[in-house]
């Protein structure tokens, strides 16, 4: 079981930059591949980015590649999104997923725990 909580949303401009954080509960965090998504109101959960266990590869949105970077810091169980050069179609809630299989997935159905999701508006 894994618990996981994100944090670093909020309201900017655009072209403004945030870094979200996800904490992960356990001690199992290297065992997941850890992806973020995306949910605009109306809209199906989209696949922003996913960084495989060891934090060597990394896979991206066509919409955000060249703007957003995912890392992880195993030790301290957290996952990252730098979110640069925002844009106002960058606004949604942003969930941090956990997969125990896979390595790099993109769809929501190959991870097994989310969490609570934070808000990111960016206004124009």
């Known amino acids: 079981q894994v618990q996981l909580v994100e944090s670093g949303g909020g309201l900017v401009q655009a072209g403004d930059s945030l870094r979200l954080s996800c904490a992960a509960s356990g001690r199992t965090f290297a065992s997941y591949a850890m992806g973020w998504f995306r949910q605009a109101p109306g809209k199906e959960r989209d696949f922003v980015a996913v960084?495989?266990?060891?934090?060597?590869?990394?896979d991206y949105a066509d919409s955000v590649k060249g703007r957003f970077t995912i890392s992880r810091d195993n030790a301290k169980n957290t996952v990252y999104l730098q979110m640069n050069s925002l844009k106002p179609e960058d606004t949604a809630v942003y969930y941090c997923?956990?997969?125990?299989?896979?390595?790099?997935?993109?769809?929501?159905?190959?991870?097994?725990?989310w969490g609570q999701g934070t808000q990111v508006t960016v206004s124009s």
């Open positions: 960084i495989n266990r060891s934090g060597g590869r990394t």
């Open positions: 997923a956990a997969a125990l299989r896979g390595v790099l997935p993109a769809y929501p159905t190959g991870y097994d725990y």
